[in-house]
């Protein structure tokens, strides 16, 4: 048995989370995980874009995690997200029939992702959003941030967040409407355009 001097700081082998990835395709996507409105339910949208690195190339292994409340504004709290076979233990992915708000989505190998949701309803004074959590390559935390989608330019000028940022930096966090009716979201994650981050304290 080979004995490890944790007190030796040289000695301690890193384990992933002090290790630049990519893990995240391992273990972390899962059936149905950007399905978060379940197909067929009215009032659907679809959120498009890539992930992009500073010197504007897709990154192909990145994870997003995205969360949002329904169009009432109410954050859901329900299961059904995820499943498991009792018999296997393995992934059986959504039920098909909760508004769970929340999902997890690989990029492709061309850094594309897409996300079909329930447009999200206004929570006190900010406009509506859904929150993102951004997972790749090179980074040892992950990254927050919002997608707004389009509204009324006083809707979206009222938000406290968006209301603190110059516009070109402001425009980072606004979806933009496709004409085959989807938004698009790139998440650009340094270099000219960055997209906005937050950090939570």
């Known amino acids: 048995m080979t004995r490890i001097d944790t007190g030796r700081p040289d000695r301690v082998l890193p384990t992933p989370s002090h290790t630049v990835g990519p893990f995240y395709g391992y273990a972390l996507p899962f059936p149905g995980g950007p399905d978060i409105a379940p197909v067929g339910r009215p009032g659907t949208i679809t959120l498009q874009g890539h992930v992009l690195d500073g010197a504007g190339a897709p990154i192909p292994d990145a994870l997003l995690e995205l969360w949002g ?12 997200s995820i499943r498991r076979d009792p018999a296997t233990g393995g992934y059986l992915g ?32 900010s406009a509506p ?7 790749a390559r090179g980074l040892l935390v992950h990254l927050f941030t919002r997608v707004y989608l389009p509204s009324d330019e006083t809707v979206l000028a009222a938000d ?10 402001r425009d ?9 009716g989807t938004f698009r979201f790139d998440v650009r994650l340094q270099g000219e355009g960055e997209t906005v981050f937050l950090e939570f304290t």
Not at 160 to 169: F, I, M, N, T
Not at 172 to 177: F, G, K, Q, V
């Open 94 to 125: 959504r039920n098909g029939v909760e508004f769970t708000g929340w999902g997890r989505v690989q990029t492709d190998a061309n850094g594309h992702w897409y996300a079909r949701t329930l447009r999200p309803g206004a929570r006190g004074r």
């Open 129 to 135: 959003y859904l929150s993102v959590c951004v997972f």
């Open 69 to 80: 409340p329904d169009p009432e504004g109410n954050l859901p709290r329900v299961d059904g």
């Open 172 to 180: 980072t966090l606004i979806a933009r409407p496709q004409a085959d």
């Open 160 to 169: 406290p967040l968006l209301a603190r940022l110059p516009r070109e930096r």
